[in-house]
């Protein structure tokens, strides 16, 4: 299966011998995911809902089987469900700028966990210091899981909740949050907290139900999901985009405008002003038609496999210490590490001679290094692509550098 999904990928036609384990950054992208945007600038490159012509309408209805697409793959209501943001990021930004804009009241508080990548903390921390609201973080376990036990939520989530921002894999520990579960936890202390979940590394990875797991809000990325780069999505129930401002305003969002006065259109247009990115929405709804083909059930059992065999070889590396679980079952493909008197951008740059493609750093996870104790991991990521043959040569060139480093 590993072998003949990297045929997907055109990148591997030129560079045979590229071993990327970053993913968990940007996935590579399928020829399905380019050519669809190719098709758009070759066929049909025009804007959408404003044109009564044919390529207009062409257009128009490609954007919103895109959005058709994915509400299926996400198994939202309905498509108008789904707002296009540039990432998830803006996606995150856009539920703090107006939900919490509107209801994040002086003294009320703000639940984060401590994993949360910068893009799910510092929208809600500014939130917080705008209102004068108290953010509250959950801390981890040994396991780098969230501390599940009712004394420590009682303390996390109070009556003066107001939301809870939370992950639902971990960019930097792996770990895989069970967030139906805390969410019922959350709602079952305070029934009035609103969810929103960050599905950034979940979403290429794993079968998602934002209606089952009882979310309100979830916020992803298209270049993590093997889709373009500059467009990303906000899920949010019905009833609480129609309650929300809009988060810009001008064209496209609009009913009706007077001098003074402006009707906003209905959902999802109020929350999409200007001309949108429509060849990186046609690439999303591609690369949802990819991850659909191969299966999620497949990527997942993949995932675990080479979790399985990549767990097992860099245990076997003197020094070395992976963050999160060891179970390959309960764990996504993010590994990051760091091995006793190597420095992470030291080894990340060896193996970039190597031509393997890791990360060093924080991985925009800051306030979850400090907690660790740690200023920075080295992080090797997998996608669908991934085979066991990449795994080998990372430790191969793990033990170079080691090598060379500790002399
Ligand atoms: C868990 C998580 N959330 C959010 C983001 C932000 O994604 P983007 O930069 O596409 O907005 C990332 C990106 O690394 C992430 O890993």
């Known amino acids: ?41 070759e066929e049909y490159p025009v804007n959408i809902h404003r044109g009564v012509y044919r390529l207009a309408e062409r257009a128009g209805e490609e954007y919103e089987f895109a959005r058709k697409k994915l509400a299926e793959f996400i198994k939202a209501k309905i498509p108008e469900e789904i707002v296009w943001t ?20 002086n003294g009320d508080e703000i639940a984060l966990t401590i994993m949360e990548h ?74 009035r907290v609103k969810v929103l979940v960050d599905g950034a590394q979940a979403v290429p990875r794993m079968k998602v139900d934002v209606d089952d797991m009882g979310a309100d809000f979830y916020a992803a990325t298209g270049h993590k999901m093997y889709g373009p780069n ?26 009706e405008v007077k001098k003074y006065q402006t009707i906003f259109a209905g959902l999802p247009d109020k929350f999409e ?32 496999e080479i979790n399985r065999y990549a767990l097992k070889r860099l245990k076997e590396i003197r020094g070395l210490k992976v963050l999160g679980s060891g179970e390959p079952e309960e764990r996504t493909g993010i ?8 420095h992470p951008h030291d080894l990340a740059q060896i193996l970039s001679g190597e031509n393997i493609a890791v990360r060093a750093g924080h991985h925009c996870a800051q306030p979850l290094h400090d907690r660790l104790g740690l200023v920075a991991t080295t992080r090797a990521s997998i996608g669908v692509y991934t085979s066991r043959a990449d795994v080998d040569k990372l430790i191969n060139g793990i033990d170079k550098a080691i090598k060379l480093l500790r002399g």
């Open 86 to 105: 540039r990432n998830a990021t803006e996606a995150i930004n856009l539920a703090a700028g107006t939900w919490g804009e509107k209801y994040v009241k």
């Open 1 to 41: 299966m590993v072998r003949e999904n990297k045929k997907y990928f055109p990148i591997f036609e030129t560079q045979q011998d590229l071993v990327y384990l970053d993913s968990a950054a940007s996935a590579l992208r399928p020829k399905a995911v380019i050519d669809k945007e190719k098709e758009y600038y």
């Open 335 to 342: 590994y990051s590490f760091w091995v006793d008197g190597v």
């Open 118 to 191: 910068h893009a799910n903390l510092v929208p809600w921390q500014q939130l917080a210091i705008r209102k004068g609201a108290k953010l509250k973080y959950l801390d981890i376990n040994e396991e780098g899981k969230p501390e599940m036990n009712q004394k420590n939520w009682n303390k996390w989530i109070s009556k003066k909740t107001k939301i809870a921002a939370i992950t639902q894999a971990s960019n930097v520990l792996g770990t895989i949050n069970d967030v139906k579960a805390m969410i019922q936890l959350i709602k079952q202390i305070n029934p």
């Open 230 to 255: 500059g467009v990303g999505w906000l899920w949010a129930r019905k009833e609480l985009l129609e309650e929300m401002p809009p988060y810009q305003t001008g064209g496209g969002m609009i009913e």
């Open 273 to 304: 002003a200007g001309t949108v990115n429509i060849p990186g929405v046609l690439g999303l709804g591609a690369a949802v038609k990819f991850l659909n083909g191969l299966g999620m059930t497949n990527i997942r059992k993949h995932e675990i």
